[in-house]
């Protein structure tokens, strides 16, 4: 009964792959996100979607698409992944996206060699 | 644009002790959140504060919030070791999104 639930766990993959992240959550939340928590636990948001529709697109490399194909889904495609991509990546969900606070995944722990 | 200091960035403390960690915000906000992070785990939400003046306690956490000082402090009392972790406080105005502190990186020495 994982509310917010990512896969896959760790990741490892070369320099120059595409790989790609799947969160799904079962809260009925309309609101999904997806943060990066880079080395030093820095936790910076990516993208947020309402009801499949993106409404915050951060200052992140057109190499990172999310794409939402319901609102209980929020997937992160990654392209040509470069070193500085090396990360932990949490997906999280709200009931709105105001007041409600977030709900995270496990998080994926992304290497890239 | 918003920035959230915490402070201290690390601490180390004994059982049983009090201390308070501190999160200064530079902008208008009308919620802001604390948060738990174990090592290798996930977020969990702590505290929602939405007003000034705001108080939340859970067992030996308090959380307090004053919107005109733009500060929030998470109070622990009596520490024990299951109190370690991360904690991170989070805030946000409106449909914004929420900007993170550093996180407070807490060790409890028996």
């Known amino acids: 009964d994982t509310a917010v639930s990512q896969t896959p766990k760790y990741l490892v993959t070369q320099m120059g792959n595409d790989k790609s992240i799947k969160c799904e959550q079962n809260?009925?939340?309309?609101?999904m996100y997806w943060y990066k928590q880079d080395s030093k636990k820095f936790l910076k948001i990516m993208f947020s979607?309402?009801?499949?529709?993106?409404?915050i697109n951060e200052t992140v490399p057109n190499r990172f698409s999310p794409k939402s194909p319901d609102k209980a889904h929020l997937n992160l495609h990654i392209n040509s992944l470069e070193l500085g991509d090396s990360a932990v990546y949490f997906c999280?969900?709200?009931?709105?996206?105001?007041?409600?606070?977030?709900?995270f995944g496990n998080g994926t722990r992304l290497t890239v060699t | 644009e918003l920035k959230v200091e915490q402070n201290p960035l690390f601490l180390s403390m004994q059982e049983g002790k009090n201390y308070t960690i501190y999160c200064n915000y530079s902008?208008?906000?009308?919620?802001l959140y604390w948060y738990r992070q174990d090592p290798g785990k996930s977020l969990e939400s702590l505290f929602v504060?939405?007003?000034?003046?705001a108080v939340k306690q859970e067992g030996r956490l308090m959380a307090s919030l004053d919107t005109k000082a733009r500060l929030s402090t998470l109070h622990i009392t009596a520490a024990v070791h299951d109190l370690s972790a991360t904690y991170f406080c989070?805030?946000?105005?409106?449909?914004?999104?929420?900007?993170f502190g550093t996180g407070t990186r807490l060790t409890i020495i028996p």
């Open positions: 809260l009925g939340h309309d609101t």
């Open positions: 504060l939405l007003s000034n003046g």
């Open positions: 999280a969900s709200s009931q709105d996206s105001g007041v409600s606070p977030l709900h």
């Open positions: 979607y309402n009801n499949k529709e993106l409404i």
């Open positions: 902008t208008t906000s009308d919620r």
């Open positions: 989070a805030v946000g105005f409106g449909n914004e999104k929420l900007t």
